[in-house]
């Protein structure tokens, strides 16, 4: 089955210690991107990559790293997590860029205390 | 300031009822345009999206979207809603030769028996 997954779903953390949110694909696809969604602010783009090793900053990208080292995984790494980073995130790939059909994964709700 | 605005943030419509959804959107030329749906707990679904060309889109699940130029819109439409349409709803809109994506704060759809 063609899906993107995320672990871990749900992670509580404290101020401070660093974490990793995993993404992977298994359509080939050449681009991936990271968002979070905030309550009235809908989503907002972290980083995205077209290809292995390519990555650019989004909209948001303070406290936030990402590697492409492989075309189908895309981790989201929050060295020092501030309360500020609670949030939902969506990890999304697409066949050739945003333009194509992004595909969503399941979501990882994070809460930074 | 570069914008992709939903002026509402909570629709509530009866089932069988039609549905508009608004968006409107800020850039010096037109974007890609997108409608992406959430259901409750779920990553975000394509509804349907605009080039180029006909400025009347058919999406998936019975949905439409009209762009209009002279309004920088991309309204989204249903002509009769079905309880299953309940959800969250996003404009969404890449910029020519851009890789990153903006939404817009999102729709929250609620539909009466």
């Known amino acids: 089955e063609a899906q993107v997954t995320q672990n871990p779903r749900y992670l509580i953390t404290v101020t401070g210690k660093k974490l990793t949110v995993t993404c992977s694909q298994n359509m080939n696809h050449e681009y991936m991107s990271w968002y979070r969604q905030d309550p009235g602010l809908g989503l907002r783009q972290i980083y995205y990559?077209?290809?292995?090793?390519?990555?650019d900053k989004g909209d948001v990208p303070e406290g936030y790293k990402v590697s492409r080292k492989e075309k189908r995984n895309f981790p989201l790494i929050l060295e020092s997590p501030s309360p500020n980073q609670t949030s939902l995130y969506f990890c999304?790939?697409?066949?050739?860029?945003?333009?194509?059909?992004?595909?969503f994964g399941p979501g990882t709700r994070l809460t930074v205390t | 300031a570069q914008s992709v605005t939903q002026p509402d943030i909570h629709i509530t419509v009866s089932e069988g009822a039609s549905l508009e959804l608004r968006c409107n959107y800020s850039?010096?030329?037109?974007?890609?345009l997108f409608w992406y749906v959430q259901s409750p707990g779920q990553g975000l679904q394509l509804l349907l999206k605009y080039f180029s060309g006909d400025t009347l889109v058919q999406g998936i699940k019975g949905f439409e979207a009209e762009f209009k130029r002279s309004q920088s819109s991309f309204n989204l439409r249903k002509p009769s809603v079905h309880w299953s349409d309940a959800a969250e709803y996003f404009c969404a809109v890449v910029l020519y030769n851009n890789n990153d994506m903006r939404f817009g704060a999102g729709t929250r759809l609620t539909v009466k028996p």
């Open positions: 850039y010096g030329a037109t974007p890609y």
């Open positions: 990559s077209m290809n292995v090793e390519v990555t």
């Open positions: 999304a790939s697409s066949l050739g860029g945003p333009g194509y059909e992004q595909y």
